[in-house]
């Protein structure tokens, strides 16, 4: 099973929770010397992650509805596979976070 991006990003960066003190009530990453946990420099790297997976998942949805327009244009088959294109094009706008 693939973990979630920020415990990835943990394990990726070797970040190193400390048991907390009095002052961080989480603990704090001793690798990257911040006073915060979740460490922000896993934070950031699964951001990028998240938003690289996004964009990735929506490039597929547009590669199909391109796929399936080509398909119809050569040879009309059903009003059918115009709606499965139309939502994989709302699929991949949701994706990048566009509003529709």
């Not at 961080?24 to 990028?48: F, M, Q, V």
């Not at 009003?79 to 990048?96: E, F, K, V």
Request: glycine fraction near 4%.
């Amino acid at each position: 099973m693939i973990p979630d991006p920020l415990t990835f990003a943990h394990a990726a960066l070797g970040c190193a929770r400390t048991p907390r003190r009095s002052v961080e009530p989480l603990g704090y990453c001793r690798t990257h010397d911040s006073c915060h946990w979740p460490c922000p420099e896993a934070t950031r790297l699964a951001a990028l992650i998240e938003a690289r997976d996004a964009q990735i998942r929506a490039d597929e949805c547009e590669k199909a509805a391109a796929m399936i327009h080509t398909l119809i244009t050569r040879e009309p088959i059903y009003d059918l596979d115009n709606a499965i294109a139309g939502a994989l094009r709302a699929r991949a706008t949701q994706h990048r976070g566009d509003k529709p």
